[in-house]
């Protein structure tokens, strides 16, 4: 059984709950409310804006939309977590018009119209239960909520895979957050009980079974509460690293370079660009040895790749803080398969291969190091790979 303290310790947003506050907001009922999960990536960290691969799932967890056209060319959004008179700006928003997490909104209505989607006003009201900052994709999952509904409402008819470069267009060149595809391709394609092997140079995608609780496993998210720490200039720096990178070693981006090929290429580069990319090479080759084992039935087996890929994390790409190291030494110390830092660092979540009898133990570990070394008290639940986003109403 598990600890009620690793359950989810708050109700998850339902369709009535943003429904009614899409009434107060606006006195009409919406025509549709649609949800998209945040995600955990079990491994892959740092590869996708390198062309590579990824492995995330969906969560529980998520934001819900909903939304109703309107007769003028405004936008409205309310959010129950940012309680306030709705935020308003017209259809044809640009860059820096918007702030604040409305942005995320607003950058998704200004991508689906710069790529010549007819998307005309809209009110919208969300709510979700993805923890902020925690590196879990909230941001992914507000923009590919609200995408999904205008993609129906309008009648716009894009696929899925080009929704998520969308998405991701609003986050990178609207809000200004230079990530990879992978957050909103895991929003809107993951599938139940399936993790999402994902190229994302191609972004052709399989889905890979992931049943833990018939291996009487379980996947703990142990979120750290620390604060993020540099995370926008630091992510960027990385990225511009590894652009160089890879135009000295003359290849289109590092997935193109083979753990064989190291020897060959490290010496052609400075003692950071090194590190940088012998993280992203090795960590490229661990998800394909992760999804190979997972086909064999060997999930035991991928709890060793999942510490080697913090290592990395930590030593090469240097993303990780205090407390994600320290939680991950306090989990596998207390018996875990495998632990890591999970998202983009510098804070936010572990996650950790537990047998299912000890998952409370490993978190009392964990919480008791944290105590020790003076930290805030991490939180935890346990991680089941749910359905991508879809109309709930």
């Given at each position: 059984m598990i600890d009620e303290r690793l359950s989810r310790t708050t109700e998850a947003p339902s369709a009535a709950t943003v429904s009614t506050a899409f009434e107060d907001a606006f006195g009409r009922r919406p025509d549709g409310v649609w949800a998209a999960p945040g995600r955990v990536n079990v491994i892959g960290e740092h590869t996708d804006y390198n062309d590579g691969f990824v492995l995330p799932m969906a969560l529980p967890q998520g934001v819900r939309a909903a939304a109703a056209r309107t007769a003028d060319d405004r936008v409205r959004v309310v959010s129950l977590q940012e309680p306030g008179e709705p935020v308003g700006f017209p259809v044809d928003v640009r860059p820096g018009d918007v702030t604040g997490w409305a942005a995320y909104v607003a950058g998704v209505v200004w991508s689906l119209r710069s790529a010549g989607h007819a998307v005309g006003g809209v009110d919208l009201a969300v709510d979700g239960d993805v923890p902020a900052g925690a590196g879990l994709s909230s941001s992914a999952a507000l923009e590919c909520s609200v995408a999904c509904a205008l993609n129906e409402l309008f009648d716009l008819d894009i696929a899925p895979a080009d929704l998520a470069r969308l998405a991701q267009r609003a986050e990178n060149d609207f809000v200004g957050m230079p990530c990879g595809v992978m957050d909103q391709m895991a929003s809107v394609a993951c599938e139940e009980g399936h993790l999402l092997f994902l190229d994302t140079r191609s972004l052709r995608?399989?889905?890979?079974?992931?049943?833990?609780?018939?291996?009487?496993?379980?996947?703990l998210v142990i979120d750290t509460r620390a604060p993020h720490r540099?995370?926008?200039g630091e992510y960027a720096r990385r990225r511009a690293a590894c652009e160089a990178a890879a135009e000295t070693v003359g290849v289109r981006a590092l997935r193109d370079v083979a753990v064989d090929d190291l020897p060959?290429?490290?010496?052609?580069?400075?003692?950071?660009?090194?590190?940088?990319?012998?993280?992203v090479v090795t960590e490229n080759a661990r998800v394909e040895d992760v999804v190979h084992r997972l086909r064999d039935g060997d999930l035991d087996g991928i709890g060793p790749l999942l510490t080697a890929s913090h290592a990395s994390l930590r030593d090469d790409y240097e993303v990780t803080v205090g407390e994600l190291d320290t939680a991950v030494e306090a989990a596998l110390s207390a018996g875990a398969l495998g632990a890591r830092m999970t998202g983009g660092g510098f804070g936010g979540c572990v996650?950790?291969?537990?047998?299912?009898?000890?998952?409370?133990?490993?978190f009392d570990a964990v919480r008791e190091a944290f105590a020790t070394a003076g930290y805030a008290e991490p939180t935890a639940f346990t991680a089941v790979p749910s359905p991508g986003a879809h109309r709930v109403r």
């Amino acid at each position: 059984m598990i600890d009620e303290r690793l359950s989810r310790t708050t109700e998850a947003p339902s369709a009535a709950t943003v429904s009614t506050a899409f009434e107060d907001a606006f006195g009409r009922r919406p025509d549709g409310v649609w949800a998209a999960p945040g995600r955990v990536n079990v491994i892959g960290e740092h590869t996708d804006y390198n062309d590579g691969f990824v492995l995330p799932m969906a969560l529980p967890q998520g934001v819900r939309a909903a939304a109703a056209r309107t007769a003028d060319d405004r936008v409205r959004v309310v959010s129950l977590q940012e309680p306030g008179e709705p935020v308003g700006f017209p259809v044809d928003v640009r860059p820096g018009d918007v702030t604040g997490w409305a942005a995320y909104v607003a950058g998704v209505v200004w991508s689906l119209r710069s790529a010549g989607h007819a998307v005309g006003g809209v009110d919208l009201a969300v709510d979700g239960d993805v923890p902020a900052g925690a590196g879990l994709s909230s941001s992914a999952a507000l923009e590919c909520s609200v995408a999904c509904a205008l993609n129906e409402l309008f009648d716009l008819d894009i696929a899925p895979a080009d929704l998520a470069r969308l998405a991701q267009r609003a986050e990178n060149d609207f809000v200004g957050m230079p990530c990879g595809v992978m957050d909103q391709m895991a929003s809107v394609a993951c599938e139940e009980g399936h993790l999402l092997f994902l190229d994302t140079r191609s972004l052709r995608a399989e889905r890979v079974p992931f049943d833990t609780a018939s291996h009487d496993r379980t996947l703990l998210v142990i979120d750290t509460r620390a604060p993020h720490r540099l995370v926008d200039g630091e992510y960027a720096r990385r990225r511009a690293a590894c652009e160089a990178a890879a135009e000295t070693v003359g290849v289109r981006a590092l997935r193109d370079v083979a753990v064989d090929d190291l020897p060959a290429v490290l010496p052609r580069l400075d003692d950071e660009q090194q590190r940088r990319v012998r993280h992203v090479v090795t960590e490229n080759a661990r998800v394909e040895d992760v999804v190979h084992r997972l086909r064999d039935g060997d999930l035991d087996g991928i709890g060793p790749l999942l510490t080697a890929s913090h290592a990395s994390l930590r030593d090469d790409y240097e993303v990780t803080v205090g407390e994600l190291d320290t939680a991950v030494e306090a989990a596998l110390s207390a018996g875990a398969l495998g632990a890591r830092m999970t998202g983009g660092g510098f804070g936010g979540c572990v996650i950790a291969l537990v047998a299912a009898d000890r998952a409370a133990a490993v978190f009392d570990a964990v919480r008791e190091a944290f105590a020790t070394a003076g930290y805030a008290e991490p939180t935890a639940f346990t991680a089941v790979p749910s359905p991508g986003a879809h109309r709930v109403r």
